[in-house]
């Protein structure tokens, strides 16, 4: 008897219409990757190939492992290949990295980014780039930063709108903690702010003029400001009285203060302020006495910065003036080493890639507080050298002729010292339409951001070595200010940067994708000075009030 055949299953019909057949997925391909490190260009591990579609978070934990065994590989008695990486005590920690792929430089156009950051995946970012510059048969070089081990949340509201002030709020600065807020304004007086709780801490009184500029002792004992009436005065930020009469000598306005590094001078730190009348006094924070006076420059000083390299690292003095020039100062006896005139106008902003560790000091992201002035001086200093161990202190100047310069004038491979000759800076850094007005470092030193009143931000990758020709490269422009951008902040974390400006918000940008993150209304006027601790953003401007922002 022949075999009866079941009776064919029914094709599924929806509404009428047959079940159109399923789509086999695309196969991903496959691409060979090449894993250097960002600062160097050297290799991580030897090239792999892999499938284009892994997911960044996989590229990440790859990373880490082909770190892991090439360390150790070079511990092991078996004769290996040399290794570039120097091998750490945190070579068994999972690091977290950023990847990026550079753009070929006739594939990037105008202001548009020149490097595409991996996001989600190879296949996603890089091989299916608007620019096509890429395919699967190339091999694709990956540049990986690594990223700093905690992660700070991007502000998304307003939690406190707070008066006091009766006239524009002209600057704002955190102590080093985060715990205090110190804010100048028009109406001559400095006020503190506890932000633990948000609300008035200590109302400061004692300038006859504007307060121009204010900042903190490293170790947050005290805090100097500086205003029109040219004088400088030293407070208790624990109970809101002056420490002793004010230090006079300027004849016309504080422009600029500046501390001396922690780690430099732990127990007294002087302080350096710069004037519209043309010099810079160094002044004794014990006795309140002038030190010495800086009489180089001819015009008003705008800028004065106190770094911790220098000479044999007993620290440097830097100055920038609306005559042209950047001055290089010895801090001990007031010597000038280097005159910097590369600028065709007024130079108005200086940075410096230690900024954010010298404004800091012994305090980190643990909160740990230092029990002793030694112990405090040993974690500046760890600090500190940690930094400049992976790239010397950099300097950048940024002027009213639209540009900026960047300058490593104390690294061993630097021509800006020895030989008695001209100092030459690194790079010249274009793009500018206008003048340049702020300039500021990532608290990790690889990425400068400079805002200027063409109402854009620029970023600078500043993560190379001096001579890999990287050192300095355009990255990208953020734009969606409509007015001039007056002051930038970074994150502790260097994930993102904030920018201030007269059309009267507040944009968070995110460094990932180089496009806006959060944008926060909510002032009435222009935005003169904002700054960014732990997780809290401050702004304060024109409408006379201070708004603190968080997640």
């Known amino acids: 008897m022949a075999a009866v055949l079941p009776p064919v299953k029914r094709q599924k019909v929806y509404h009428g219409v047959p079940e159109p057949p399923q789509e086999l997925p695309n196969p991903s391909p496959n691409v060979v990757v090449h894993f250097v490190n960002e600062d160097d260009g050297a290799p991580i591990a030897p090239a792999v190939n892999l499938p284009a579609n892994v997911a960044r978070e996989s590229l990440e ?12 590989l070079s511990c092991g008695s078996v004769p290996q290949p040399p290794v570039t990486r120097p091998i750490t005590q ?21 202001d548009a980014p020149t490097r595409i950051v991996i996001s989600k995946s190879i296949e996603a970012d890089v091989l299916g780039h608007p620019s096509l510059a890429f395919s699967e048969e190339d091999v694709l070089v990956v540049r990986c930063a690594p990223q700093s081990v905690f ?17 524009p709020i002209l600057c704002a600065s955190f ?44 170790l947050e004992r005290k805090l100097a400001s500086g205003g029109h009436d040219g004088q400088v005065r030293l407070w208790d ?133 230092p029990a002793s002035n030694e112990e405090a001086r040993e974690l500046a200093l760890k600090r500190y050298e940690g930094l400049v161990n992976r790239s010397p202190e950099l ?11 960047l300058w490593s004038l104390f690294s061993s491979g630097s021509t800006s010292v020895g030989g ?13 339409q206008r003048q340049v007005s702020h300039v500021a470092f990532s608290p990790d030193g690889r990425w400068a951001a400079s805002a200027g009143w063409d109402s854009a931000v620029r970023l600078w990758d500043c993560s190379g070595s001096q001579g890999s020709g990287n050192l300095g490269k355009f990255v990208a422009t953020l734009r969606g200010h409509v007015g ?11 994930r993102m940067v904030v920018s201030a400006s007269k059309d009267a918000t507040v944009k968070i940008w995110d460094l990932k994708t180089y496009k806006l993150k959060v944008d926060l209304p909510g002032h009435l006027d222009e935005v003169y000075c904002v700054d960014f601790v732990t997780d809290k953003i401050v702004s304060g401007g024109r409408d006379r009030t201070l708004k603190i922002w968080k997640n």
């Open 175 to 218: 102590s080093p903690t985060g715990a205090l807020l110190a804010t100048g304004s028009g109406d001559t007086h400095v006020r503190l702010w506890d932000l633990n709780t948000e609300t008035p801490s200590h109302t400061l009184v004692g300038h006859t003029g504007w307060v121009l500029c204010v900042d903190w002792d490293p």
């Open 61 to 72: 934990a790859l990373v880490n492992q082909l770190r892991t065994k090439v360390s150790l």
């Open 237 to 369: 930020p624990k109970t809101g009285k002056p420490t002793g009469e004010a230090m006079k000598g300027h004849t016309k306005w504080v422009t600029s203060l500046a501390w001396e590094p922690l780690h430099l001078n732990p127990s007294a730190p002087r302080l350096a302020s710069s004037s519209k009348d043309g010099t810079v006094r160094v002044w004794s924070s014990l006795t309140r006495k002038l030190e010495y006076t800086l009489g180089g420059h001819t015009a008003s000083v705008n800028v004065v910065k106190w770094g911790g390299g220098g000479k044999g690292g007993r620290g440097v003095l830097y100055t920038a003036s609306s005559d042209r020039t950047v001055r290089v100062w010895d801090p001990h006896g007031g010597k000038q080493l280097m005159v910097l005139n590369d600028h065709a106008h007024w130079v108005t902003t200086l940075a410096l890639s230690t900024d954010f560790v010298l404004r800091t000091g012994p305090f980190d992201h643990t909160g740990k507080r």
């Open 484 to 494: 001039p951008v007056y002051r930038l902040t970074w994150s502790a974390d260097s």
């Open 420 to 432: 008695g000759g001209k100092p030459k800076p690194v790079t010249r850094l274009t793009g500018h």
């Open 151 to 167: 992660k700070v949340r991007p502000a998304t509201r307003c939690s406190s709108t707070l008066s006091g002030h009766s006239s």
């Open 395 to 405: 300097l950048i100047s940024g002027s009213d002729d639209h540009t900026l310069f």
């Open 90 to 110: 945190d070579d068994d920690e999972h690091v977290p990295y950023a990847f990026h792929v550079a753009l070929p430089a006739d594939a990037s156009k105008g």
